[in-house]
């Protein structure tokens, strides 16, 4: 199921870090493209650029448990990234369910089952009935983000 994806920029700088970044809708080696662009900095107690996308319009819980996972048409500068998943069940925003992947410099199609996503800071087991947010971030270590998105999908 193509996912109608609402991206949207969010940076350490929430929390006081001094990251920078932004999202542009651009074309990226021939297909059209949300691309998160930025440089990651550890100063500050920071670390992250972030391109993020609610489910429902209301941040409310989408019943995904029809489905085994998520399918991304990618592309970036060769660095690794986290795909994130964010429930319902989860209340603090450093919680998540994560799983690393790398941007390669040509488009490919990432299929991640739910199964690969581990929790992060939480107790809670992962509910597809509940999913609220998917997000791809550049995070953890100093380095220049680059990496576009042309589709998501639930598979």
Not at 27 to 32: A, T
Not at 87 to 97: A, E, G, I
Not at 122 to 150: E, K, M, N, S, Y
Request: aromatic share 10%; hydrophobic share 45%; net charge negative.
């Amino acid at each position: 199921m193509l996912l109608d994806a609402k991206w949207e920029y969010v940076a350490d700088t929430v929390m006081g870090g001094v990251s920078r970044g932004r999202l542009t809708d651009e074309p990226v080696s021939g297909r059209p493209a949300h691309r998160l662009t930025g440089d990651v900095s550890l100063e500050n107690d920071g670390g992250f650029v972030q391109m993020a996308f609610d489910l429902c319009p209301d941040g409310g819980a989408f019943d995904a448990s029809a489905f085994d996972g998520v399918e991304i048409d990618v592309i970036g500068n060769g660095e690794h990234y986290d795909l994130r998943l964010r429930t319902t069940d989860l209340v603090r925003p450093w919680q998540s369910f994560r799983t690393e992947f790398r941007a390669t410099p040509e488009w490919q199609s990432l299929r991640l089952p739910f199964a690969a996503f581990a929790p992060h800071k939480t107790d809670a087991a992962f509910d597809p009935a509940a999913l609220r947010r998917i997000g791809i971030l550049g995070i953890g270590r100093v380095f220049h983000a680059d990496v576009a998105v042309a589709a998501a999908r639930l598979i």
